[in-house]
């Protein structure tokens, strides 16, 4: 029974589309994120939602726009799709406070736009 | 702008010896140390943290040492295990209206030689 679980695992799509990485989260967590790992491996966050409220947005482009339906689930949909989006996405979700917590991951969604 | 640095990018260890992987950071503000360990193709898992009030967290084989006066963190697993191959990142923890953001080190590739 997956905690954190993503789907798709694997996308390959071309430049100038629109698609979505969808994440649920079964550990009754209020706070979902999602991270990016780019080529020189490196995780960097780019939001994090508490209760389906966007509370960290690290300068992420407008073609990233996360969608929280409620406090289970954090999708992500990115719009006009470039080459430099070829990443692998992971989605994570911890409690909200106590303020030392740590974050439980998805498997990762791996983007390859060609 | 890198933070949280964990400056050897692989580490190879005979199975039974100790591991000691390294991390410093350089912003005073973080109060929280988590260590994930990734198996290839899968998220990261949360394997061992420490507060910054405390200066060592031991948990089984693993323990993390953490010297605030200089910036630095290790993991000390002992005695490695086959098992333990994979890739250990440190991640420093700040708080923002409730959202924990981690900042990664890009990783260190444990190998464990039988």
């Known amino acids: 029974d997956t905690a954190v679980s993503q789907t798709p695992k694997y996308l390959v799509t071309q430049m100038g589309n629109d698609k979505s990485i969808k994440c649920e989260q079964n550990l009754g967590h209020d706070t979902m994120y999602w991270y990016k790992q780019d080529s020189k491996k490196f995780l960097k966050i780019m939001f994090s939602y508490n209760n389906k409220e966007l509370i960290i947005n690290e300068t992420v482009p407008n073609r990233f726009s996360p969608k929280s339906p409620d ?14 989006d070829s990443a692998v996405y992971f989605c994570a979700s911890s409690r909200r406070g106590p303020r030392n917590t740590e974050a439980f991951f998805g498997q990762g969604t791996r983007l390859t736009v060609v | 702008d890198q933070q ?16 000691i992987l390294n991390c410093d950071y350089t912003n005073s503000m973080f109060d929280y ?3 994930y360990k990734k198996y290839p193709a899968e998220g990261p898992t949360f394997l ?18 953490l010297n ?18 994979a890739v250990y990142f440190c991640a420093a923890s700040s708080f923002d209206q409730g ?3 981690l900042v990664f080190g890009q990783g260190t590739r444990l190998t464990i030689n039988p």
């Not at chain 1, 992500?76 to 430099?84: A, P, V």
């Not at chain 2, 949280?4 to 591991?19: A, C, D, F, T």
């Not at chain 2, 943290?49 to 993390?64: H, L, M, P, Q």
């Open chain 1, 71 to 84: 406090k289970a689930h954090l999708n992500l949909h990115i719009n006009s799709l470039e080459l430099g």
């Open chain 2, 4 to 19: 949280v640095k964990q400056n050897s990018p692989s580490l190879s260890v005979q199975e039974g010896r100790i591991s």
């Open chain 2, 33 to 35: 140390f988590l260590w």
């Open chain 2, 48 to 65: 061992i943290s420490i507060s910054s009030i405390k200066d060592k967290n031991e948990d089984g084989r693993f323990t993390v040492f």
């Open chain 2, 68 to 85: 605030k006066s200089a910036k630095h963190l290790s993991l000390h697993i002992v005695p490695s295990q086959p098992g333990d191959s």
């Open chain 2, 99 to 101: 959202a924990q953001k």
